[in-house]
C-alpha cells in the first residue's frame, strides 16, 4: 500500500531518507579504544567472526533494506602502509546461530554476500594511522540488511601476508578469532568482546510509499508500519476496517494506491 501526501514537507523527508546513513561501532573516533592486532596485524594465517547487531544498526538509523557499501577500520600502529595477504577471504551476512558456534566460523552466517574470495587474489588496501581506512569491495557484495538480525563479518588471511597494521576495538561486541588461515570446525583460541570497530555505511533501498508524518498519517485499524516497512493489513471479503486519516495540511489532497493480490482478499 502506498501513501503520498501532497505537500512540499513530506517530500522532502521522504528525500532525506535515501540519504546514506553511517554507523559508528563502538563511536566514530578513529583514534581512540584498545589497540589490537586482530585480524589485520596477523601475517602467518588467521581467522575471525565478528558480530553488529541490529539493535546497534536501527539505532544508528539504518532501515530495514538497506544494503552496506562500506566498512573502514581504524588502524591504531604504525604510521602508513600497504595491507596485502597473498589468499583471503572476507564475507558479511545474517547470523544464522545467534550467539554464533565457537569453531563453526563462517558457517554462522546464512548465505553470507562475499566481499573478496580465496581465488580472487591478493586481498589489498592502503591505511593511514588515526584515519578511517576502507576495506575494498564491500558495496559489490550487495549485502542487504534484513533490519531484524544481527551480523557478521567472517575474515581469514593467508600466511604471507604483508603491510599489517593494529586497529581499534571495541569493547562490546562479540570477537572469535584463531591463528589458522582459512579454519572450518576448529575451536577459537580468543573469543570475547574484542570485535573490529567500524564504520558500517548503509544505502537505503528504493522507497516507493510515503512513511507517515506528523504532517499527514494514513492507518486502516490503527496499524502503522515501523518507518521503512509499509504496514500490513488482510481482510477477509465482506469483513468491514476502518481507514484512519489525518493531516493538519487542510484542503490537499490524497494519493492513495492499492493493490488486490488475491481475489478474495481486500
Not at 569453531?103 to 548465505?111: P, T, V
Not at 563479518?153 to 571495541?170: K, V
Request: aromatic fraction near 10%.
Amino acid at each position: 500500500m502506498v501513501l503520498v501526501s501532497r505537500f512540499p514537507v513530506a517530500f522532502l523527508l521522504l528525500a532525506a531518507s535515501l540519504a546514506a546513513q553511517v554507523v559508528y561501532i563502538d563511536n566514530n573516533s578513529p583514534t581512540t579504544g584498545t589497540s589490537n592486532g586482530f585480524p589485520w596485524g596477523q601475517a602467518n594465517g588467521f581467522t575471525t567472526l565478528h558480530v553488529y547487531t541490529a539493535a546497534q544498526l536501527t539505532a544508528g538509523g539504518v532501515a530495514p533494506g538497506s544494503i552496506l557499501t562500506g566498512i573502514a577500520v581504524a588502524p591504531s600502529s604504525g604510521t602508513s602502509g600497504i595491507y596485502n595477504a597473498p589468499q583471503a577471504r572476507f564475507t558479511v551476512g545474517h547470523l544464522a546461530t545467534n550467539p554464533p558456534l565457537a569453531g563453526a566460523w563462517e558457517s554462522n552466517i546464512a548465505s553470507p554476500s562475499v566481499i573478496h574470495d580465496l581465488t580472487s587474489g591478493a586481498y589489498t588496501f592502503p591505511w593511514t594511522l588515526g584515519t578511517w581506512t576502507p576495506l575494498p569491495g564491500v558495496a559489490s557484495a550487495g549485502f542487504l540488511w534484513d533490519g531484524v538480525t544481527d551480523i557478521a563479518l567472517f575474515y581469514t588471511s593467508s600466511a604471507g601476508t604483508t603491510g599489517t597494521f593494529s586497529a581499534r576495538r571495541t569493547a562490546t561486541n562479540l570477537r572469535h578469532s584463531l591463528a589458522v588461515f582459512n579454519a572450518t570446525n576448529q575451536a577459537p583460541t580468543s573469543n570475547g568482546l574484542f570485535a573490529m570497530k567500524v564504520e558500517l555505511t548503509f544505502q537505503p533501498g528504493v522507497v516507493n510509499y510515503q512513511v507517515n508524518q506528523p504532517e499527514s498519517t494514513f492507518n486502516i485499524d490503527g496499524v502503522v508500519g515501523n518507518g521503512a516497512v509499509p504496514a500490513s493489513v488482510v481482510r477477509g471479503t465482506g469483513v468491514g476496517f476502518t481507514a484512519n486519516f489525518q493531516s493538519t495540511n487542510v484542503g490537499l489532497g490524497w494519493d492513495l494506491a492499492y493493490t488486490l493480490p488475491d481475489p478474495l482478499v481486500a
